[in-house]
């Protein structure tokens, strides 16, 4: 039997060198180097294809690696992956659960496969469903649950035996807003009962509502591995937009803010990091403009997350769509 | 959070039960497909072989001709439902994905290898038991060797269950999984021996004949049953040990290289 205890303060996860290039020949993972420290909450962003899927996948001993090295909590992937697989807690982007299996019965094979004797299975199952809104569907046969519904019910088989790191692979997509923030606010519970939480959206506004630090991925490399706070302040300048009170038709010579009029009652300015807004509300009041609204133009996460990977994005045009 | 972890081997026990009841589970909550299908089978063989064209056919081996393919019918039944039932089982969760329930989990291959067979052996034996009471109708029963019999049941049930799981670790379809059952298992299971002694073969084709593992199975139930075998006993099971042990290791590599089941 390993004995082997991870120390308190091994980070959640240690990724060094990891790479992977499929029998196709297409190299997934390219040298990849990340930590993720215990308790964290960790967004791992990237477009489509990027490789975050194929992490996960060696993360959860679904994908065998090429190179490198993976530890969880101490625990080295290559020499005892049993230790790595109970620390971990895997929720996939596409549904794979047994469809003629009921809730409960998905719930306690998942704890009966971790060796999690029945009393407590079964107590893990009623605590985790009812968190996730699904015990009154215990009973019931997964295949005729709702989207949603097979959504969270994935977040609790991950959760059923108790992991110090859950993995979530996109698990809000395609699910509606409410219940959305429903899930964000379960797992910023769960986050603060120590669980580090790692998590890849499309949703930028999620990541950066929910995240403390981020790792972007782009074509099987990391491009960026910060703390969300350092991410956005780099961020120049930000685009409001302006609600107007009454409408303007001739736009005023606008000095420190550069200002685009989009329709009579909508204006577009340009705030730089530097400046503050009340010098801008003051100014606009001196030319009789009453705001009545106001917003940003785009997600802040988004737009860096574009600059970012943006470099590297194929031109649409140049392969070949619409030839 | 969680209560103190259980030891290593409780924790494997609990999963190999965990896998076993999901299998039983399984076989049972489909049993028009499972369990009747055999039953119905081989209720046609008896009325046909059995009855209509064995009063023809008279004795075989010194026995009632109907009395001589009873194991035969018994063991088919076995053979192929301890088969299919592993090979659709662990393709289907393959097929939908959830066996990454088991991998993404901290099961050994071995505990994953005997959860599946012995669901595969069970559901054989429940339909050995199903076949066994409908021949009662035809013939009247009587057990030469109850131990041999039980032995070379479960010995041939767990054969076929390896064998439908490694079967269902290299399939990529449902084509892949209908393609041995179709031309290997069934060409094997009637040239084994179920309605004839090989007695009544050529010498060559006796020789070809030994050739194939089911008729070891064949005769070694019906020595348990009848007390009559074209092939010697210790040989029937040295061949079945052998080759649920070649089988076992050969399921237990796929496993660990996750063939069929990582990339």
Known sequence: MNNTVSPADAPALVIEHLAKTYASGVEALKNVSLTVAAGDFFALLGPNGAGKSTLIGILSALVNKTGGQVRVFGHDLDRDLEAVKRCLGVVPQEFNCNGFETVQHVLLNQAGYYGVPRRTAERNAAHYLKALGLWDKRDDVVRNLSGGMKRRLMIARALVHEPRLLILDEPTAGVDIELRRGMWTFLQALNAQGVTIILTTHYLEEAEQLCRNIAIIDHGRIVEHTAMRDLLARLGTETLVLTLAEPVHVLPASGDYPLRLNDAQTLEVDVRADQDLNSLFAWLEGRGIRVRFMRNKANRLEELFVQLVGANAPDVADAGVGA | ?263
Do not use: C
Not at chain 2, 53 to 71: L, S
Not at chain 2, 131 to 155: E, K, N, Q, W, Y
């Open chain 2, 1 to 263: 959070m969680s209560a103190a972890a259980p030891r290593r081997s409780s924790r494997y026990a609990i999963a190999f039960e965990t896998i076993f009841r999901k299998e039983i589970r399984r076989f049972l909550r489909i049993w028009p497909q499972t369990l009747i299908p055999p039953a119905i089978t081989m209720t046609l063989y008896f009325v046909i072989f059995g009855n209509l064209i064995g009063r023809r056919i008279g004795t075989m081996g010194g026995h009632d001709y109907v009395d001589y393919i009873v194991p035969g019918l018994i063991m088919m039944s076995v053979i192929t439902s301890a088969y299919a039932n592993v090979v659709s089982s662990f393709f289907g969760a393959k097929f939908q994905r959830f066996v990454e329930e088991l991998l993404v989990a901290p099961v050994p291959s071995h505990v994953i290898l005997a959860g599946f067979v012995a669901g595969g052996v069970v559901r054989g034996m429940l339909v050995a038991g199903m076949v066994t009471g409908v021949s009662l109708l035809f013939t009247d029963l009587r057990i030469a060797h109850p131990f041999i019999t039980l032995s070379v049941m479960l010995l041939a049930a767990t054969l076929l269950s390896v064998a439908g799981f490694i079967n269902a670790l290299y399939a990529k379809s449902f084509d892949d999984i209908s393609i041995v059952p179709t031309f290997v298992l069934t060409p094997l299971t009637y040239l084994g021996g179920v309605f004839y002694s090989i007695d009544l073969l050529p010498a060559f084709w006796q020789d070809v004949s030994r050739l194939n593992p089911i008729l070891y199975m064949v005769n070694a139930f019906r020595f348990g049953m009848l007390g009559h075998s074209d092939i010697s006993l210790p040989m029937a099971y040295g061949m079945m040990l052998l080759a649920i042990g070649a089988g076992v290791v050969w399921a237990l590599v796929l496993l660990e290289r996750g063939t069929g089941l990582r990339s």
